[in-house]
């Protein structure tokens, strides 16, 4: 699909020059220099020549179609250029230049303008304020970085051009190949998720890494993300993370949900793995581009010094990796062929004066253990060491059969083994922190790809009821739907909720309670009282007829006072619930990724220990089980320490329902079961207040 | 004080070898390659000069008393030889030779006779199983690593050899310098407290950091680190931090105290910067080396691309610092000075082209802004980019009037203009997160060096009847002190104890209740019942004499029954306590810093949330409140969200009085106040149970 981009058979680069440091010039460089081997065509009004090469005055002159056209002429020419660069039939055009969104409003215009110019002509816009786009196995660096980066199957996808500049310097340094670089620049056409799509079709590349600001469309990202990570390894840093201010919300669920969750829940969705520092992305792609991801979390450390051996125990339990333990067997061959004061437990100390056969030893015996999931093999560079041989005898003893990361410690002298290493097909690392953190990155995945299947249970539910309900609130344009129909909408979905109903008066109350039964609790019900505790709006126990009847009264009468502009629907009288844990459920929909649900204990655990877990609907069962297990206080619920245990399916089956609402109904933006009571195994949990958002203007109908 | 050991006039190198390869020729070959100037005294029997130095048989045949010995002999070799040097009148021994302590018990007996040889003759000795020692300002390179370092102000201290030897050749990458190096290997006799003791008086050092696997002796290291951390910064990595298991401990607080947090503790209480990582070692060392530590958090960031400004700012705020809001004054400067397209507000951005002179422009604001208390510059590669250049015109615009850091993003090219940084005084770094890392580190060191003096309270007490009842314990062999006699310790360091008795007979029970008044709490007193909720032994609420005599019949009877074997001291009678809020004080006395104090809120904050925090007694007054304010759930105390506010003040107070007791009686190994009730501000806590733990065998007095 983007062929014409990054296999193009001829490059224009309108804006070529003969001038060095010019944009121009660099590019035309690039491209020469590269050893591009399709047809090179610099435009420039000036020259008949350039770098050597024929020049044309236009693109126009040079009288064939061309594939993809670099354009490097200034902001207020750049409209005219495209122009005609695609009249005369240029496949795609990759837009250097800068002076678009990123300057202001008319540069935004303008932009919008050329973008929409050349997707009416179906021409594919990379751009603008771009560094251009680098495919090694196409020989193609159409970019004005200073390096071209040495083959390899790492692709990279920036919304920086500046960081790709440094990512071509760091992995020249460590001789990491790359696949293909693109720079999406502002993203006026093609984006992250059209070059997550195409790079996951690509046979040249085996790990996708990238680096983001903003994502252009949430979910048509999570499905492109997820597509490729079904078929190689993801990984993206999102920078601006903390920047964000919160949307000012009025449920919990929304004042607990913060910008950073949301990409969080969307990568965790999508099986990408997150890196948290420039470093980082590059570590993780080495490994795993080097290695498949291990098949469990047993490691092997070889080290010639106990110092570093023990850093690395010490990182993989913070990882929640595991030291493994070596096979009766393989520590038997060890003890035989090292030295006596070799230690074969785990880590294996090979010893200060290991030459490079002896780490191959260690080496073979831990790719043959099937205690074995992992290695890393650890060199410090001691009077006796040889790393360089080392490094080669290690690559040349690879099995394969499980990944192994090297960690050669140290700077000046160990960096060109490292990069030996790494030229070889084994990640190398300068601590051992750094490839624990890189092997937990390849579980992670592992964990991923090997997930479950994702069945979402439908429920049968009473969607017309739903329906009839919040379409009545939208059209008299409520906006906050109240606890007496956002109870309905959920006892349509199958939520228990407990009997009651609405009184307008001191005798309806009595027989509503005499009908369900005491003891009741009654509530005032107004669209405009939202914190019905706050105005005394709550009574709790009645036991009789007297006690409701005086209840009614007592409501009315302090809401009159306290907030006598509230419009009263009446008093909703309902059965008191037993008792049991407090639990919140609840949804905030995210602009970007669509429906997020939270969960969290009642009352303090979420108010003041924001002990809650969020994640992206729809949710299948294991899905709602892993994220009550992942909040801190998931114990309580089990019925650890004398905690009366609860029907913890019943919450997951809880989630699964709002799951199914929220997806049935865009409509609502936020939604709060608070609380949800949860009784022992075997019993149905209670809504006891619910509360349910509406968008400020929604049209008419669906 | 080690004078001789890292200054010596001469060396004389015991095991001198002529072969290369040998540990015996390398460190010959360091001591004249690094241009000592000192006398060199290469000892062998079978040689009569070796590199061109003469030989001798043996140490004596020097004639002369040497300064320092370094001893390179075979392991069965060492005692006599060590027995030689001695005689012959060294000043200091630093044993390289390993196949000690580290191989078993009969390695340990010979190191320890050693040691205590040289110990015998005032002689100090450095090792076994090290490296040696590298002091660059006095040319002395008494190792056999494969560099040397170069001169600077970075001194080492580290437990393993090996990892001195990556950090030497991290160090030459970088151009880091090095002060002096000590390999302290299995510390038979120097070891980290001498070392930091000396350093910290050493002019040539400017920060301390070190390696550490073990500390000899905690108490003795909290006093030399903080007296170091008080004149230079301390960085130190302990290894084997989540190794080591949990004693098993009775109460709550020794079991929730992992060893990993007796070091964080000791290393706060220190000023010790704790470092995680290999890398951050380095790095920390790399900044406050080269820079006093900044007076706030405000940071500056200067940048030539926006992604990196934003993975800065990302950084900076998960570090707790913040993005300065820079002067009005200096926004209006950089804006007259700036291209126009420039960002002048912060992070500064001096876009893609930008040229040495603009980065000094930015800079120079920068620095002159009394709203920015450090910076970070950073600079990617661009077409246009000087890096080179730009480092030098950085490191001479430097004023030093606070922190700036460079972050120079990439590898192959970046590395030297990294190093070029480095060696002109300005901290390089690769990526953003790494220099916040390390500008984190000083903010830390700053706070610690401007902490409060040090203030510990002595509230007036009664010593003698705490000493008399727990010496009356400890003659008579009980390591339990139960709830009666710990209150009544407790009462005597001025805990509010309810008023009450201990019965032997259901008369003698009613007679107490009826002097302290009801309701009253009754509850089983025996040495050998520990959790006496278990045992049916607690009964609540009892509000008459009827109930009172009911109740001892009941725990005496159920006892009886239940734990027959039980010693019954009787049924101890309380005044109840009012309702508040419940939480636990206690004390865990760690083997190797001493007692630590442990706060948390009662219940499931403690048991499920883990809600604690610790720190090392004895406690000043802010100690105790910072420690309140660590544990999450302190927005409970102070009244958050509808909870009842309660007496901090108070807690705070419980907890000083703890630390006074255990620091007066260091019999108590364990203690727990548990729960305390804490009721609104200026009410008194009530103690409502308590234990304590006294070592098993205790001599019969102090």
């Not at 039964?517 to 709006?537: E, L, Q, W």
């Not at 089980?625 to 609860?646: C, E, F, I, K, N």
């Amino acid at each position: 699909m983007l062929e014409k981009l990054w296999k193009p058979s001829s490059v224009a680069v309108i804006g070529a020059s003969a001038t060095k440091g010019k944009v121009g010039h660099a590019i035309l460089a690039n491209l020469l220099d590269a050893g591009y081997e399709g047809v090179v065509v610099p435009v420039n009004p000036k020259a008949s020549q350039i770098l050597g090469v024929r020049a044309y005055p236009d693109i126009s002159s040079y009288g064939k179609p061309v594939d993809l056209a670099v354009v490097a002429v200034p902001t207020m020419a750049v409209k005219e250029t495209v122009r005609q660069a695609v009249k005369a039939g240029v496949g795609a055009v990759a837009l250097i230049t800068a002076g678009f969104k990123e300057t202001g409003d008319q540069g935004a215009i303008l932009e919008k303008e050329i973008a929409e110019y050349c997707s009416s002509r179906n021409v594919r816009l990379l751009g603008p304020n771009c560094l251009g786009v680098i495919n090694t196995h196409h020989k193609l660096n159409a970019t004005f970085a200073r390096q071209s980066p040495r083959k390899g199957k790492v692709s990279v996808i920036s919304q920086s051009g500046a960081l790709l500049t440094a990512l071509l310097d760091y992995t020249a340094m460590l001789h990491i190949g790359i696949a293909k670089m693109i720079s999406i620049g502002n993203k006026a056409d093609l984006n992250e998720v059209d070059m997550l799509l195409a790079l996951a079709e690509d046979e040249e590349t085996g790990v996708i890494i990238g680096y983001l600001e903003s994502i252009t469309d949430g979910e048509a990202f999570v499905k492109a993300a997820e597509r490729a990570a079904f078929r190689k390894p993801v990984v993206f840093m999102k920078a601006g993370a903390t920047m964000a201010g919160q949307k000012a919300a009025r449920s919990h669920t929304g004042s607990l949900a913060g910008l950073d969750i949301a990409y969080g829940s969307a990568f965790a969705r999508a099986g990408v793995i997150r890196a948290d520092s420039f470093e980082s992305l590059l570590d993780y792609a080495l490994a795993l581009s080097s290695h498949s991801a291990p098949a469990g979390k047993r490691v092997a450390v070889i080290t010639n010094a106990g110092g570093p051996g023990i850093m690395c125990a010490d990182a993989l339990e913070k990882a929640g990796l595991a030291v493994a333990e070596l096979s009766r067997a393989s520590s038997s061959a060890l003890a035989a062929k090292l030295p006596a004061a070799a230690s074969v437990g785990n880590p294996i100390d090979v010893l200060g004066d290991a030459d490079p056969e002896r780490y191959a030893t260690a080496f073979g015996a831990a790719q043959d253990d099937d205690a074995v999931d992992a290695i890393i093999v650890i060199l410090t560079p001691q009077a006796m060491t040889a790393p360089a041989e080392t490094a080669v005898v290690l690559a040349e003893n690879v099995s394969g059969k499980k990944p192994a990361l090297a960690v050669f410690m140290g700077g000046e002298e160990m960096m060109p083994s490292r990069a030996e290493l790494v030229e070889r097909g084994l990640p190398a690392y300068s601590s051992p922190e750094r490839a624990v953190a890189a092997l937990r990155a390849m579980n992670e995945y592992a964990t991923w790809k090997n997930r479950p299947p994702r069945l979402v249970t439908r429920f049968p539910v009473n969607i017309r009821r739903a329906e009839r309900i919040i379409a009545r609130r939208i059209r008299t344009g409520r906006q906050q739907v109240g606890e007496y129909w956002a109870k309905e909408i959920l006892r349509a979905y199958g939520f228990n909720v407990p009997a009651g109903g609405l009184a307008i008066s001191s005798d309806e109350a009595v027989d509503v309670a005499e009908r369900i039964g005491y003891p009741v609790v009654m509530k005032v019900a107004s669209p405009d009282i939202i914190h019905k505790t706050d105005f005394n709006g709550v009574r709790l126990g009645l036991a009789n007829a007297e006690e409701v009847a005086d209840a009614f009264d007592l409501i009315t009468l302090r809401i009159s006072r306290r907030a006598p502009e509230a419009k009263l629907d009446g008093v909703y009288v309902e059965k008191m619930a037993d008792r049991g844990r407090e639990v919140i459920i609840g949804m905030i929909r995210d602009a970007q990724f669509g429906p997020m649900l939270m969960f969290g204990l009642g009352g303090i655990f979420v108010e003041i220990m924001k002990d809650v877990a969020f994640h992206l609907a729809p949710i299948t069962a294991d899905e709602a089980m892993t994220m009550l297990r992942s909040t801190r206080s998931y114990d309580m619920l089990a019925g650890a320490r004398g905690q009366a245990s609860v029907d913890i399916d019943a919450i997951a089956d809880g989630l699964q329902r709002i799951s199914q609402l929220v997806t049935d109904f865009p409509q609502i933006s936020e939604l709060d079961i608070n609380p949800l009571i949860v009784g022992p195994p075997g019993t149905e949990p209670v809504v006891v207040d619910a509360r349910l958002t509406l968008p400020s203007s929604w049209p008419e109908s669906r």
